[in-house]
């Protein structure tokens, strides 16, 4: 019962497949917007 449940946390990587939405991700950021931390401070208005 222990076992089960601390092998099967909300944020477990073998859960939930990270390589997934991960792949979708690669091709769609631009040499544009590199990071959206850096276009609001690249853009200062």
């Given amino acids: 019962m ?3 449940f ?3 946390p909300a944020g477990d990587p073998k859960s939930e497949p990270a390589p997934k939405p991960k792949k979708p ?3 769609k950021p ?3 917007e590199p990071a959206p931390a850096e276009a609001p401070a690249a853009d200062p208005g």
């Fill in 30 to 32: 631009a040499p544009t």
């Fill in 2 to 4: 222990k076992p089960e």
């Fill in 25 to 27: 991700r690669p091709p």
């Fill in 6 to 8: 601390d092998e099967k």
